[in-house]
């Protein structure tokens, strides 16, 4: 069985302050996906990053970074100099590489920036 | 990112009704969709994965006869919720996956609030 820790349940930082959401992952599959979906007061999930588990590189993308380490089964997620507009739920997800693929996913973040 | 579109994005109902909810892949053929529900500031919980053209595969605990998934299209998949009750109250979204052009990734949609009077 598959399952996604997100211990932080709520995060608040001021703005330009740099933040770290955890996300630790269990599965017996040796190939899988590990997703980041931010969830603003909107609604909708809005899809950030997705990475195989093959490739461990980290990754960055503008003010967002990825560090993903599968010998201790994270998959962190970094803000550099936060703003207010990143203020959101974060999910971290897994997915199976085959079959249905469907998304598992973790309790989620709640990250506040406040101005 | 791909575009996923559902409505209504809120709606509101009497009790005993029905309300139909509708997913739409706007710019990829979508091969699988996926129905959630989520609770207030809570994760989201899979209900149900509907492939084009074939039965919707129910997580345990989701009752068929009480949400009803078709998926009649590439780019259309619907949830009724059948004689809808308080208890239905909650925060659907639906998400579509495409093999081509999406590279495999779940988009979602904007999510539909239903609240059962």
């Known amino acids: 069985a598959q399952k996604v820790t997100q211990a932080q349940t709520e995060i608040s930082v001021v703005e330009k302050e740099d933040v770290t959401l955890d996300c630790v992952y269990e599965?017996?599959?040796?190939?899988?996906?590990l997703f980041w979906y931010k969830q603003p007061p909107s609604g909708e999930l809005v899809f950030l990053i997705r990475?195989?588990?093959?490739?461990?590189q980290n990754e960055i993308s503008g003010r967002y970074s990825w560090n993903f380490q599968k010998s201790t089964s994270s998959f962190n997620f970094t803000i550099t100099a936060s703003q207010v507009v990143d203020s959101a739920v974060y999910f971290c997800?897994?997915?199976?590489?085959?079959?249905?693929?469907?998304?598992?996913f973790g309790s989620g973040t709640r990250l506040q920036v406040q101005p | 990112g791909a575009v996923v579109s559902q409505h209504p994005s809120w709606v509101i109902c009497k009790s005993g009704t029905s309300v139909k909810i509708e997913c739409r892949s706007l710019?990829?053929?979508?091969?699988?969709m996926f129905w959630y529900r989520q609770f207030p500031k809570q994760s989201l919980m899979l209900m149900a994965t509907s492939n084009e053209g074939s039965k919707a595969t129910y997580e345990q605990g989701v009752e068929k006869d009480k949400f009803l998934i078709n998926h009649a299209s590439l780019t259309l998949s619907t949830l009724t919720v059948t004689s809808a009750h308080p208890e239905d109250s909650s925060f659907y979204i639906c998400?579509?996956?495409?093999?081509?052009?999406?590279?495999?990734?779940?988009?979602f949609g904007a999510g539909t609030r239903l609240s059962v009077l």
């Open positions: 710019d990829f053929q979508a091969t699988t």
């Open positions: 998400s579509a996956r495409g093999e081509r052009g999406t590279g495999g990734i779940q988009y």
């Open positions: 997800a897994l997915s199976e590489a085959g079959g249905r693929r469907a998304l598992t």
């Open positions: 599965t017996r599959d040796t190939t899988y996906y």
């Open positions: 990475r195989n588990s093959f490739d461990e």
